[in-house]
């Protein structure tokens, strides 16, 4: 029996990296996902954040089992998922399902609504009786938002909003545990943002779910996380609860993102330091010695470039970071909401 205190997701030094040329000339590799560790509790959500390339999708890849990687630990509710058998992962991984970034792509053209929802019963026998296909189909549908009358038409006869819900119903199809959130709601308008936000909360209630929730607005991860995680090039550089390390942000790099968040009311109080980082990401082929931020940090010194950080608790506060000159504690600081 799983300890109940046992997190439902566990990942540990966790390596994925990608071999660049042929079969016979393989002389580098991508270092998508660099030892990243990180804790899940039951019922919360982890909002992931960094910029385009730091390794954000191909994390929640290779956690749903669509990467593989070289090296780490991945366990859901103590099952270990590196190198288990087909029969046993597949069994472990039912209780894991994805949100796609992109509703279109996500979404097989030939198949209706009610079909993409079912296809997750066709390709697991047993889970609804061939015979309640229809009516579990539409009763998932009807709860995220659409309308019944629609379960028959094909993805291109909704909008993107209405095809995310379609997404969403389907992965509610397997009564998951943790569902994965690869910027769900980027390709979306604002407003109809805001409805699948309010839908994922009342989901989440409902149906006591835990999310891995992958985004690029850091004032919708504010909104929706319990937890907050930051990544830049492939690592970990600071986690801890959200409203810490919103308000307090302790490593450089998560203070520069936050900077470009704006204010809500510009206007009230003093202007907010506006952080521009120099240069670009590094390569993740040929990755800066050290510390990866160290290349665009304005702290960096000979001892970032010697020696790469451990990810350890920050002194002052319970987040954990690795930087060798962390930023004192802050006074809060305002993200706007979406």
């Given at each position: 029996?799983?300890?109940?205190?046992?997190?439902?997701?566990?990942?540990?030094?966790?390596?994925?990296?990608?071999?660049?040329?042929?079969?016979?000339?393989?002389?580098?590799?991508?270092?998508?996902?660099?030892?990243?560790?990180?804790?899940?509790?039951?019922?919360?959500?982890?909002?992931?954040?960094?910029?385009?390339?730091?390794?954000?999708?191909?994390?929640a890849r290779t956690?749903?089992?669509?990467?593989?990687?070289?090296?780490?630990?991945?366990?859901?509710?103590?099952?270990?998922?590196?190198?288990?058998?087909?029969?046993?992962?597949?069994?472990?991984?039912?209780?894991?399902?994805?949100?796609?970034?992109?509703?279109?792509?996500?979404?097989?053209?030939?198949?209706?609504?009610?079909?993409?929802?079912?296809?997750?019963?066709?390709?697991?026998?047993?889970?609804?009786?061939?015979?309640?296909?229809?009516?579990?189909?539409?009763?998932?549908?009807?709860?995220?938002?659409?309308?019944?009358?629609?379960?028959?038409?094909?993805?291109?006869?909704?909008?993107?909003?209405?095809?995310?819900?379609?997404?969403?119903?389907?992965?509610?199809?397997?009564?998951p545990e943790l569902?994965?959130?690869?910027?769900?709601?980027?390709?979306?308008?604002?407003?109809?943002?805001?409805?699948?936000?309010?839908?994922?909360?009342?989901?989440?209630?409902?149906?006591?779910?835990?999310?891995?929730?992958?985004?690029?607005?850091?004032?919708?991860?504010?909104?929706?996380?319990?937890?907050?995680?930051?990544?830049?090039?492939?690592?970990?550089?600071?986690?801890?609860?959200?409203?810490?390390?919103?308000?307090?942000?302790?490593?450089?790099?998560?203070?520069?993102?936050?900077?470009?968040?704006?204010?809500?009311?510009?206007?009230?109080?003093?202007?907010?330091?506006?952080?521009?980082?120099?240069?670009?990401?590094?390569?993740?082929?040929?990755?800066?010695?050290?510390?990866?931020?160290?290349?665009?940090?304005?702290?960096?010194?000979?001892?970032?470039?010697?020696?790469?950080?451990?990810?350890?608790?920050?002194?002052?506060?319970?987040?954990?970071?690795?930087?060798?000159?962390?930023?004192?504690?802050?006074?809060?600081?305002?993200?706007?909401?979406?």
């Open positions: 029996m799983v300890d109940p205190r046992t997190p439902l997701l566990e990942v540990r030094n966790l390596h994925t990296e990608f071999p660049i040329g042929s079969q016979l000339r393989r002389r580098n590799v991508v270092q998508a996902v660099n030892d990243v560790s990180f804790d899940l509790q039951r019922g919360e959500t982890l909002g992931l954040v960094g910029e385009s390339g730091s390794g954000k999708s191909t994390l956690i749903i089992g669509l990467d593989h990687p070289v090296s780490g630990s991945i366990k859901l509710d103590g099952a270990e998922l590196v190198g288990a058998s087909a029969k046993a992962r597949r069994e472990t991984v039912r209780r894991m399902q994805m949100v796609f970034q992109d509703p279109i792509a996500s979404l097989n053209p030939r198949l209706t609504a009610e079909d993409s929802v079912s296809e997750a019963w066709r390709v697991n026998p047993g889970t609804v009786k061939r015979g309640q296909w229809h009516n579990r189909a539409v009763e998932l549908l009807e709860r995220v938002g659409l309308n019944p009358d629609h379960a028959k038409r094909y993805p291109h006869q909704f909008s993107g909003g209405q095809r995310q819900r379609i997404g969403i119903a389907r992965a509610l199809a397997l009564d569902i994965i959130c690869d910027e769900a709601v980027s390709a979306l308008d604002v407003s109809v943002q805001a409805q699948i936000l309010n839908l994922l909360t009342d989901l989440r209630r409902d149906f006591n779910l835990t999310y891995l929730f992958i985004a690029h607005d850091l004032s919708v991860v504010r909104h929706l996380s319990d937890q907050t995680l930051v990544m830049y090039l492939g690592a970990v550089m600071e986690t801890g609860e959200s409203e810490s390390v919103f308000t307090s942000p302790r490593h450089p790099y998560t203070r520069a993102l936050l900077s470009a968040v704006p204010a809500v009311r510009p206007w009230d109080g003093p202007p907010r330091e506006r952080i521009l980082l120099s240069g670009d990401l590094p390569s993740a082929i040929n990755p800066p010695t050290g510390c990866p931020f160290r290349t665009r940090c304005w702290k960096a010194t000979q001892l970032c470039a010697d020696e790469r950080p451990e990810l350890a608790v920050a002194d002052g506060t319970e987040q954990l970071l690795a930087c060798h000159f962390p930023e004192p504690v802050a006074e809060a600081q305002e993200v706007s909401h979406t």
